[in-house]
């Protein structure tokens, strides 16, 4: 039996006509959307660990790592509807939940 639909209405909303055509790589679209979504959830935090502080839900940082070489460092909690991922006929990102529901900054549109 399947689980609960939790309604994609309460999502950010995506129209695909406002992401930059310069973005032409998984790569720069995955910072883009992390960027964004942080963007969107403006400062909310979520308790990943019992006892200890509270964490941004979203976030995209800079970490130089042992090659010398600056790396993007993205964090993002995103709700997963189980029943949606065990569903053999589903696409698995389909069972992504809200994060919120307003919009990321206006700099995040077009080109």
């Not at 460092?73 to 189980?82: E, G, L």
Request: no cysteine; net charge negative; hydrophobic share 45%.
């Amino acid at each position: 039996m399947k689980g609960p639909t939790f309604l994609p209405h309460q999502m950010t909303a995506l129209a695909l006509s406002a992401v930059p055509s310069s973005i032409n790589t998984y790569e720069r679209l995955l910072v883009y959307v992390a960027m964004a979504m942080a963007s969107a959830a403006n400062g909310k935090t979520i308790n990943v660990f019992n006892g200890e502080a509270q964490q941004p839900q979203v976030s995209v940082g800079f970490s130089t790592l042992a090659d010398d070489k600056t790396y993007y460092v993205v964090t993002a909690y995103v709700r997963a509807n189980m029943a949606d991922i065990a569903d053999p006929s589903a696409k698995p990102w389909m069972a992504a939940q809200d994060v919120v529901s307003a919009s990321p900054h206006v700099n995040f549109e077009g080109n």
